[in-house]
């Protein structure tokens, strides 16, 4: 079984910053790709920044420059680094994992989700 817990998200004013975390526990074998997904009210669910094994990363356009991710091998855990947070960027964040288990076969995993919310 694996798990993925998530941290700090809050409440922040805009121009704010907040550092998002994700730990992965379980029978992992190795971590292909780790995202952040965020949903907010009445929206699609949409791609907020990824990271793959060989530390590629990328990033939706209205996130570029002000939104960061990163990860800790050792501890199997991702950040997002988010500044100069804006009211639209208030939404529910949610992890996302794909690993190779022991077997060699793939599977993907969501955390629970972290409310942000920006206020003006």
């Known amino acids: 079984q694996v798990q993925l817990v998530e941290s700090g998200g809050g409440l922040v004013q805009a121009g704010g910053s907040l550092r998002l975390s994700c730990a992965a526990s379980g029978s992992i074998f190795n971590i292909n790709a780790m995202g952040w997904y965020r949903q907010a009210p009445g929206k699609q669910r949409e791609l907020v920044a990824a990271i793959i094994s060989g530390g590629s990363t990328n990033y939706a356009d209205s996130v570029k420059g002000r939104f960061t991710i990163s990860r800790d091998n050792a501890k199997n855990t991702v950040y997002l680094q988010m500044n100069s947070l804006r009211p639209e960027d208030t939404a529910v964040y949610y992890c996302?994992?794909?690993?190779?288990?022991?077997?060699?076969?793939?599977?993907?995993?969501w955390g629970q989700g972290t409310q942000v919310t920006v206020s003006s």
């Open positions: 996302n994992l794909i690993i190779t288990k022991v077997s060699g076969r793939r599977a993907d995993y």
